[in-house]
């Protein structure tokens, strides 16, 4: 059915609705601007111990930081509290 759609021309590609954030490169100071000033804190704390800020999820009204350090995860919730053995799995 998509190759139907795709010949008429009728309707745009689907790809250009659908966004992956993983595809997107975001800067340093994107991530950060999201964050909140515990979170904020809490990254600087945790960047002294050689982890670097990934990315930042929204759930809902809140965001989650999560932080790399080789193969190592740690996040970084509303609150500003660090979990640094989170039940999470990330892409490579």
């Known amino acids: 059915m998509l190759t ?3 010949q008429h021309r009728n309707f745009p590609s689907v790809t250009t609705f659908m966004t992956d954030s993983r595809q ?3 800067d340093k100071d994107t991530l950060w601007d999201k964050l909140n000033f ?3 804190y809490s990254v600087c704390t ?3 111990f050689g982890y ?3 990315y930042v999820r929204s759930i809902g009204d809140s965001t989650l ?3 790399k350090q080789d193969d190592k995860i740690a996040t970084i ?3 500003g509290s ?3 053995n989170p039940e999470i799995n990330c892409r490579q």
């Open 4 to 6: 139907t759609l795709q």
């Open 24 to 26: 997107q490169d975001h």
């Open 38 to 40: 515990s979170q904020q």
């Open 46 to 48: 945790l960047g002294q």
């Open 52 to 54: 670097q800020l990934a």
């Open 65 to 67: 930081a999560i932080l």
């Open 77 to 79: 919730n509303q609150a």
């Open 82 to 84: 660090i979990n640094i």
